[in-house]
């Protein structure tokens, strides 16, 4: 069955820095788009990163552009998501997700997420 298994959240400061990975399994990961989501409290799920199977083309929502950097080892069947310059407003649990393309609408199978908390 498919599974996805995120990890490499925690506490950082603003300004700072964490890189989350998610491990694969059930599936062709080689073969599917995947990508980033997260629901801060109190909000929606908010669709934040998708990437290409191949990873020929990455995209990115407004609000993390230029700090958030997506990318894959398909050797590895593992996705990441590099934050940089954190901010308090990008406190959420963030999932991982294979898609069909660029909306939380479009996604088929979800992590159970990893805590990202962003607080001096």
């Known amino acids: 069955q498919v599974q996805l298994v995120e990890s490499g959240g925690g506490l950082a400061q603003p300004g700072g820095s964490l890189r989350l990975s998610c491990a694969a399994s059930g599936f062709t990961f080689s073969s599917y788009a995947m990508s980033w989501a997260r629901q801060a409290p109190g909000k929606g799920l908010e669709w934040v990163s998708g990437?290409?199977?191949?990873?020929?083309?990455?995209y990115y929502a407004d609000s993390v552009k230029g700090r958030f950097t997506i990318s894959r080892d398909n050797a590895k069947n593992t996705l990441y998501l590099q934050m940089n310059s954190l901010k308090p407003e990008d406190t959420a649990l963030y999932y991982c997700a294979r898609s069909r393309g660029w909306s939380i609408r479009l996604v088929d199978y979800w992590g159970q997420g990893t805590q990202v908390t962003v607080s001096s």
């Open positions: 990437i290409y199977s191949d990873g020929s083309d990455t």
